[in-house]
């Protein structure tokens, strides 16, 4: 750390001297930048990375190019000191405000998310590792490691293939609790060593050579390569079939900036399912990329942040968060499966990832690159409209087909008592299986069923803090909320009427199905993959291997294995209930199913053997399985696309979702009803509520929900903010504005 400056040194006049003052702005949600004096000794200029006094304490700001204010001199406190980081660049500075200005945020609140690591603002520290002593070689041995217990071998083997890490880091890797480890340097089988400054593992290259492209592969790759040469704003949607190649041709495109010198920003949905992909980014550049998601050790983020921030880390393949890293010669950014909703941040700042990696596209002046199979409405009417170029990849690759898509019509299925597999799919997995092909089993819903119930009275498992049921989970037999954790074993009898062995399951998750398919394939193996069965990277890196190894028969699983995935053995796909996310009905609720389902589609066929798809749905005639199943994706877009402009809803409109919560709902109510008095009456704007949220009570908080819907002319933040700001709320309600909302409960 550099050293401090003594307050009293500096204060040295008592007439406002501008020239000696400074704006810092703060990572706290301020309404804006604070004013320091700017001691003799510092030279600062916008961007610099400033300790500050605030309060009784001192915090790291960073020094804005706002002009500073005329507070009184006496009240104004000096800079502290300066850190010794590079500086946040202007376009990085302009991007905060830019999205704190579009999500009515304070701009301190979006500042903290592009400072995250504070510790990556100081040179890095001495550190330490932990390594496999003499002794603990030697209990490793083969006669000596019977004695040890499956947790302690995992650590000592983890710690004998890798170099000296932290005790968090080691633990993670070994799958263990930090205790573990610490037992073991107790008993002297780990040891503490210095490690040297880490040093940088090996680049990606863009000279290795990639696969041999198709004609019009190898077109789309030059034209997006030409779009990072060229070095200015502009964004290309990458459209394209599952297995057409597009992450093929992207690769193209990342070769292109790193050969051009610049830095690259590679955003995926669900970044701990990226396995494949970074093996697939190692094969072809010879090094893996920087990683960027929640699941790193702090020391990992520090070092990521500062090579970032330094340049020397030449490609970030990050969650959304990645999109407020640092860089200073950043020359693109691709956005995978661009229209899957977890690039919505929905708490904290409320942003979609998306939409401001392209206002930083826009900011910075480099290309977007949006890629995807189903592209949301948004991007549809931006291509339509000629703000974005679009590259098309009609075919699959090689051999490979679109897999048939066929609906089961579930009103004329008998269904054997407490089964979920119609008998067609029953019968597809079947020969699948005779066949040696792998076969994926696809619900989107965790647990063993998703409504549990006494069958003497009828009482339903409810949440006691959300206004949802309890989700049976029988592996570790709870029942469980999904919005708030909650967990209660299962009762031998009821609650409610008290009688005993009433309580009855109803509906299926993927648990359950797996029990289906285990009565009635007893010898396929089974993997059940759910966000709560899959911890961590490593977990989905077995998994992954699982298949490819042809250890796994069928996989049964949620969401997060529909994305990205590449088995070739994998020829049957079945949605055991494709009308699941057609309920609730909010306005994207098609579009949605659309994308989720032709992805699912997608992981069936991927190479040789030609795929096969079953839907079993109630509503066959559906728009959304219409289009599935005659794989006419285009005619489902146009159909939704003049839906939502008959009504005004984005991408035609705006909305803006305003959501009231407290502990108590009269305060709640209170604050409703001062807001509805104060809506706004303006041509082109609509105020829908105040209503009870679908989840009225989340984590014991009252809910309410404001829905503004405006024409697309209307500046809708100015609207939000004049109606807001002079209403008065009483202090225990939280208000939250969501600007483009997606997700309505
Ligand atoms: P998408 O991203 O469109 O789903 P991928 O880029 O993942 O498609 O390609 C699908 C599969 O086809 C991958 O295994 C990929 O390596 C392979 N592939 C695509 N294009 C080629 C090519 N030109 N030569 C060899 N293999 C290719
Ligand atoms: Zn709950």
Redesign the pocket.
């Known amino acids: 750390m550099s050293e401090r400056h003594a307050s009293s040194a500096t204060d040295d006049s008592t007439a406002p001297d501008l020239a000696r003052r400074v704006s810092v702005l703060l990572p706290l949600p301020l309404e804006g930048a604070y004013d320091y004096r700017l001691p003799e000794s510092l030279t600062l200029s916008p961007g610099d990375f400033v300790v500050v006094p605030l309060g009784p304490r001192e915090t790291i700001g960073v020094v804005w190019d706002s002009a500073p204010g005329d507070v009184a001199e006496a009240k104004l406190k000096p800079v502290a000191e300066k850190l010794d980081a590079p500086p946040l660049s202007r376009e990085l500075r302009r991007f905060v405000e830019w999205v704190a200005q579009y999500t009515l945020t304070p701009p301190g609140a979006v500042l903290r998310m592009a400072m995250s690591v504070t510790d990556a603002l100081e040179p890095p520290r001495p550190s330490f590792g932990w390594a496999l002593s003499e002794v603990g070689r030697a209990a490793l041995t083969e006669s000596e490691s019977r004695a040890l217990t499956a947790a302690r071998r995992r650590v000592l083997e983890t710690a004998r293939d890798a170099p000296p890490l932290p005790v968090k880091e080691l633990a993670r890797l070994a799958g263990c609790g930090t205790g573990v480890v610490q037992g073991l340097e107790r008993l002297g089988l780990l040891e503490k060593v210095p490690v040297a400054a880490r040093l940088d593992p090996e680049l990606p290259d863009w000279r290795h050579s990639?696969?041999?492209?198709?004609p019009e592969?190898?077109e789309a790759a030059e034209s997006l390569a030409a779009a990072v040469r060229r070095a200015d704003y502009s964004v290309t949607l990458?459209d394209?079939?599952?297995?057409?190649?597009?992450?093929?041709?992207?690769?193209q495109a990342i070769a292109a900036a790193l050969e051009a010198g610049r830095q690259v920003l590679v955003l995926l949905p669900e970044i701990a399912l990226g396995v494949q992909w970074l093996d697939?980014f190692a094969r072809r550049f010879g090094a893996r990329p920087a990683e960027w998601h929640s699941d790193l050790t702090q020391a990992e983020r520090r070092h990521t942040w500062r090579g970032v921030a330094e340049g020397r880390i030449p490609v970030v393949v990050g969650a959304r968060s990645a999109l407020f890293l640092p860089f200073p010669k950043l020359g693109l950014i691709v956005i995978?499966e661009e229209h899957d909703t977890s690039y919505k941040q929905e708490d904290g700042v409320i942003y979609h990832a998306r939409d401001m990696a392209v206002v930083r596209g826009s900011l910075s002046k480099l290309p977007v690159v949006l890629?995807s199979?189903t592209p949301s409405l948004e991007t549809v009417v931006n291509v339509e409209q000629g703000r974005y170029r679009r590259l098309h990849?009609p075919a699959?690759?090689?051999v490979?087909v679109v897999p048939e898509v066929q609906v089961i019509d579930m009103r004329r299925q008998k269904l054997e008592r407490q089964r979920f597999l119609a008998p067609p799919l029953a019968a597809a997995l079947e020969t699948t299986l005779q066949a040696g092909e792998q076969a994926m089993l696809f619900l989107n819903r965790r647990g063993y069923a998703p409504l549990t119930l006494c069958r003497s009275c009828g009482h339903r498992f409810q949440c006691p803090n959300c206004t949802t049921w309890l989700v049976e989970h029988r592996f570790v037999r709870q029942l469980q909320c999904h919005h708030c954790g909650h967990l209660e074993p299962v009762p031998d009898s009821c609650p409610a009427c008290g009688e005993a062995g009433t309580i009855a399951a109803c509906g299926p998750g993927v648990e359950r199905l797996a029990e289906e398919v285990t009565a009635r394939f007893p010898k396929a193996r089974l993997a059940v993959v759910a966000s709560d069965t899959l911890t961590g990277p490593r977990a989905v890196a077995e998994l992954v291997r699982g298949v490819e190894e042809h250890a796994i028969d069928v996989l049964i699983g949620t969401q997060v294995m529909a994305k990205?995935h590449?088995f070739?053995l994998l020829t049957l796909v079945g949605v055991v209930d494709a009308d699941l996310g057609l309920s609730g009905g909010d306005l994207r609720a098609a579009e949605r199913t659309f994308q989720l389902l032709h992805q699912v589609a997608?992981r069936a066929g991927?190479?040789a053997r030609p795929g096969q798809v079953f839907l079993q749905t109630y509503m066959p005639d559906h728009p959304v399985m219409r289009a599935l199943t005659a794989n006419d994706r285009d005619r489902f877009l146009q159909a939704e696309l003049e839906e939502r402009k008959r009504h005004g809803w984005p991408p035609y409109g705006r909305l803006a979702a305003l959501i009231l919560s407290g502990p108590d709902d009269e305060s709640v109510d209170f604050a409703g009803r001062a807001l509805a008095r104060g809506a706004p009456h303006l041509r082109g704007v609509e105020v829908l509520g105040p209503a009870p949220a679908p989840l009225a009570i989340l984590r014991g908080w009252h809910r309410r929900r404001f829905l503004v819907k405006a024409e697309r002319a209307v500046n809708i933040q100015a609207v939000v903010r004049a109606w807001v700001a002079p209403v008065k709320v009483p202090s225990s309600v939280r208000v939250q504005i969501d600007i483009d909302p997606y997700s309505f409960l």
């Open positions: 990639g696969v041999a492209l198709s592969q190898a990458l394209g079939v599952t297995g057409s190649g597009k992450t093929e041709v992207y690769l697939r995978d890629v199979a990849l699959r690759h090689g490979a990205g590449h070739p997608g991927r190479e």
